[in-house]
């Protein structure tokens, strides 16, 4: 069976890295251009780019998936299947029907749930206990094909985007071999979605990043999980702003004015019905640091607030 793999960042390439060493013909790895990246705005390779080079993948990298020139091309490679994993860009329903196996999408929630661009986020945001990894073949519509296989993984209480993602990337390696061997062998099974049990996992903005620190404490401690480290939840102090990145919360009422910062025991915000105990903070233009870092270095007077 020969695979076509469509992928672009670091939980495509695990895919594509693992489902290699296990012998899968992949005859092309379809990546997007490679982009200026850091502070000296160097050239740097896609993850799926340096993985397809390593395992002697071929690589192309349209700008456009829908132009007439790749898509003749796709033609003339002839994949028997093609696979798509964090791809970053929707593709036509004439390449679509290239494959005569048709084309199968990892996706990084238990669909119906959590369709889009962030699923992973929005599942810690949204306070669930568990997500998962879903294979499925691919329709116009997009995240509402069959199901072919799912697996379940837990979200820990104090798990960040970031470390769920690196979990999820393993699962989904590991399911993408059991459904290919399935395709392979014509065994596999088609469950539609349940409309009625849709949710969405819309693409992340800055604007959402900004802490509210009216809203429960709960919340926003979900908030900083779901979007640490990148693009991290936010708020100011002193002016500047400040990115934090690992959180808890404790339950209770508090006196303190909404977003105060209590000094005791740690480094606490007032929020609705609690607090938010923050474990890791970065200051605008300063390195990550601890709490008791950021306390002995900046000294925030008890009650000073966050903004």
């Given at each position: 069976?020969?695979i076509?793999?469509?992928?672009?960042?670091?939980?495509?390439?695990?895919s594509?890295?693992?489902?290699?060493?296990n012998?899968?013909?992949?005859?092309?790895?379809?990546?997007?251009?490679?982009?200026?990246?850091?502070?000296?705005?160097?050239?740097?390779?896609?993850?799926?780019?340096?993985?397809?080079?390593?395992?002697?993948?071929?690589?192309?990298?349209?700008?456009?998936?829908?132009?007439?020139?790749?898509?003749?091309?796709?033609?003339?490679?002839?994949?028997?299947?093609?696979?798509?994993?964090?791809?970053?860009?929707?593709?036509?329903e004439?390449?679509?029907?290239?494959?005569?196996?048709?084309?199968?999408?990892?996706?990084?929630?238990?669909?119906?749930?959590?369709?889009?661009?962030?699923?992973?986020?929005?599942?810690?945001?949204?306070?669930?206990?568990?997500?998962?990894?879903?294979?499925?073949?691919?329709?116009?519509?997009?995240?509402?094909?069959?199901?072919?296989?799912?697996?379940?993984?837990?979200?820990?209480?104090?798990?960040?985007?970031?470390?769920?993602?690196?979990?999820?990337?393993?699962?989904?390696s590991?399911?993408?071999?059991?459904?290919?061997?399935?395709?392979?062998?014509?065994?596999?099974?088609?469950?539609?979605?349940?409309?009625?049990?849709?949710?969405?996992?819309?693409?992340?903005?800055?604007?959402?990043?900004?802490?509210?620190?009216?809203?429960?404490?709960?919340s926003?401690?979900?908030?900083?999980?779901?979007?640490a480290?990148?693009?991290?939840?936010?708020?100011?102090?002193?002016?500047?702003?400040?990115?934090?990145?690992?959180?808890?919360?404790?339950?209770?009422?508090?006196?303190?004015?909404?977003?105060?910062?209590?000094?005791?025991?740690?480094?606490?915000?007032?929020?609705?019905?609690?607090?938010?105990?923050?474990?890791?903070?970065?200051?605008?233009?300063?390195?990550?640091?601890?709490?008791?870092?950021?306390?002995?270095?900046?000294?925030?007077?008890?009650?000073?607030?966050?903004?």
């Amino acid at each position: 069976m020969k695979i076509a793999f469509f992928g672009t960042p670091d939980f495509a390439s695990v895919s594509l890295d693992f489902l290699s060493k296990n012998r899968k013909k992949i005859i092309l790895a379809v990546t997007q251009p490679d982009r200026p990246k850091g502070r000296g705005r160097k050239i740097d390779y896609t993850p799926v780019k340096k993985v397809a080079l390593k395992n002697s993948v071929p690589v192309l990298q349209p700008e456009s998936p829908k132009s007439v020139d790749f898509i003749e091309k796709l033609k003339e490679i002839s994949p028997d299947l093609i696979l798509v994993i964090s791809y970053g860009h929707i593709l036509r329903e004439e390449l679509l029907l290239i494959p005569q196996l048709g084309c199968i999408n990892l996706h990084p929630s238990l669909l119906p749930k959590y369709r889009g661009a962030a699923p992973i986020n929005w599942a810690i945001i949204k306070g669930e206990n568990e997500t998962g990894v879903t294979t499925m073949f691919m329709t116009k519509r997009m995240d509402a094909g069959d199901i072919i296989e799912q697996r379940h993984v837990d979200i820990e209480k104090d798990e960040i985007a970031s470390e769920l993602e690196t979990k999820l990337a393993e699962e989904g390696s590991k399911l993408l071999l059991s459904t290919l061997d399935l395709v392979e062998k014509g065994k596999e099974k088609r469950t539609p979605q349940n409309e009625s049990d849709a949710t969405y996992a819309p693409k992340l903005d800055l604007e959402m990043c900004r802490i509210d620190w009216r809203q429960d404490a709960e919340s926003i401690s979900n908030l900083i999980r779901g979007l640490a480290y990148t693009p991290g939840a936010y708020t100011y102090f002193r002016s500047r702003r400040a990115k934090l990145l690992r959180s808890e919360f404790k339950k209770g009422e508090t006196v303190e004015e909404m977003g105060s910062i209590i000094v005791k025991k740690g480094l606490s915000v007032a929020a609705k019905g609690g607090v938010v105990i923050v474990k890791e903070i970065q200051v605008e233009g300063k390195k990550i640091m601890n709490a008791v870092d950021f306390i002995n270095g900046y000294k925030p007077k008890h009650g000073e607030k966050f903004e």
